[in-house]
Structure formats: C-alpha cells, structure tokens
T-cell receptor, first 117, second 113 residues
Framework: AQKITQTQPGMFVQEKEAVTLDCTYD???????LFWYKQPSSGEMIFLIY????DQQNATEGRYSLNFQKARKSANLVISASQLGDSAMYFC??????????????WGLGTSLAVNP | NAGVTQTPKFQVLKTGQSMTLQCAQD?????MYWYRQDPGMGLRLIYY???????DKGEVPNGYNVSRLNKREFSLRLESAAPSQTSVYFC????????????FGPGTRLTVT
C-alpha cells in the first residue's frame, strides 16, 4: 500500500541555519510525484515544491530544495537560511498511483518546525 | 483572482443539526476536493470531484454529502452533525491536466457540541 512517513513530529532550528525535514514513501508504481506543503499557524496550506519520479534533477524553489533519493525512497525537504516565518507545520504528500489525471494525494502526518531567533 | 474561497470560516453546531460548507474557485480548475484535518491524523480526503457533474468518495465519506454545482463550486453537507465531525475542513482544487499541485482554501473550523 502507498504510504508517506514523516518521522520527526517536531524540529527546532536556529535562525539562518539550514534544516532538513524527513519524508519517506512507499509505492511500487514507477510513476509518482512528491509534494511538500507548509501550514503556518494561520491555518492555510501553502504549496512549496514538487518532485516527479522521473525528474533527473532535485527540485528547487528559492530557499527550498527537495533531496530526492529514489533508491532509498526518501524525499527530504531542505530549507536553507531559516527565517522566523518558516515556523510552521510541514506536510509531505505523494500523488497516488493510478491512471488518469485525477490522482489523489496521500499525506504524511506532518513535522512541526520552530525557528529560534 | 481570489483563488479558492470557503465559507464560513468558523461554525458551531449542535449535535443533529445540518449545514453546508461552501467552496468556490475562480481558476477554472476541473478537480475539486474536500479534506478534513484532525490533530495527529494529517489530512484525510472526504470526497472529490474530478470534473463538473462527477463526485467520488474519498477516505472518510460517512456522514457527508457533496454537490458539484458547477465548475466553480463544490459544497460539502453534513446532514446530522456529530461531535466526531468536529474538525477543520479544507477545500482544494487543481487543473486536472498537467499540473499536479492542489490549491487550498483557508479552511473552515467546525465545532459540534
């Protein structure tokens, strides 16, 4: 069965340092996609980054990068130069494997990140 | 563009009452979704609609009904609210074609007493 695991319920990082949030996934489908979303205390869900299973390079979006290790089935989010505004819950999700364009997302339980000044 | 909007933002219901959560998107997206988020449970899919006129059950559909009124609007109805339905409800949408990203509304915090 497809599954997303985020093993770090909570993380702390010092402002301006880099932090890695772990995500491992389980799927037998060769075609899949991985997402990271941010949920600040205000509650909205904000899309951060996407990695397709066939993408040759790791995805990057500004200070966010996705460390994609296909053989280890991991898709860790790296936030460089942490800012106070990065304090939030972070969710890893995987696009489920089936035919068609309306594949649903399978979600991890999230990691709470606190950035200390 | 307003993106995905949800009303109301907050709601308190008594057990047995009914209500409809409204969701609308102005991005011309084909697919729309309803999730609930509970502490320690992550996001769970309630219902989704791949396109106008179609709806399908997700992971936790019991106690809910949906209507895809048109391409823009996707409503979630609780016919007889129960305390177990106390949660934060999110509506999301995506294009349904080459884009995989889902865009989320601000959420509705529902309390059933």
């Amino acid at each position: 069965a497809q599954k997303i695991t985020q093993t770090q319920p909570g993380m702390f990082v010092q402002e301006k340092e880099a932090v890695t949030l772990d995500c491992t996934y389980d799927t037998s489908d060769p075609s899949y996609g991985l997402f990271w979303y941010k949920q600040p205390s205000s509650g909205e869900m904000i899309f951060l980054i996407y990695q397709g299973s066939y993408d040759q390079q790791n995805a990057t979006e500004g200070r966010y990068s996705l460390n994609f290790q296909k053989a280890r089935k991991s898709a860790n989010l790296v936030i460089s130069a942490s800012q106070l505004g990065d304090s939030a819950m972070y969710f890893c999700a995987m696009r489920e494997s089936n035919a068609g364009n309306n594949r649903k997302l399978i979600w991890g339980l999230g990691t709470s990140l606190a950035v200390n000044p | 563009n307003a993106g995905v909007t949800q009303t109301p933002k907050f709601q308190v219901l008594k057990t047995g009452q009914s209500m409809t959560l409204q969701c609308a998107q102005d991005m011309n997206h084909n697919s729309m979704y309803w999730y609930r988020q509970d502490p320690g449970m992550g996001l769970r899919l309630i219902y989704y609609s791949a396109s106008e006129g179609t709806t399908d059950k997700g992971e936790v559909p019991n106690g809910y009904n949906v209507s895809r009124l048109n391409k823009r609007e996707f409503s979630l109805r609780l016919e007889s609210a129960a305390p177990s339905q106390t949660s934060v409800y999110f509506c999301a949408s995506k294009t349904g074609t080459s884009s995989y990203e889902q865009y989320f509304g601000p959420g509705t915090r529902l309390t059933v007493t």
